[in-house]
């Protein structure tokens, strides 16, 4: 017996895979219904934004790699400065 895929739980199985960063879920409308589609940044090394929103998976995905571009342009803080003496 075949068991017919959902495209959107598809799309959600693969932006998990590539931004492993980030938790992404897709958020629940008013009605209770699926609506827009959320990550939440878990590592600072994918993203700069603790939040992104966007309404459709390839919005997202574009969002998301825009977001590893900018942290990786970020300078990497000097972990001496952190050090108490």
Not at 63 to 83: G, Q
Request: charged share 30%.
């Amino acid at each position: 017996m075949d068991t017919p895929v959902n495209p959107a739980d598809q799309a959600l199985a693969r932006l998990r895979e590539d931004f492993q960063g980030h938790r992404i879920w897709r958020a629940t409308r008013y009605d209770g219904r699926l609506g827009d589609w959320v990550a939440t940044l878990h590592d600072p090394k994918a993203g700069i934004d603790p939040t992104v929103i966007c309404s459709t998976a390839d919005e997202l995905r574009k969002a998301l790699t825009n977001e590893l571009s900018r942290a990786a342009c970020r300078p990497t803080p000097d972990p001496r400065k952190w050090v108490r003496r």
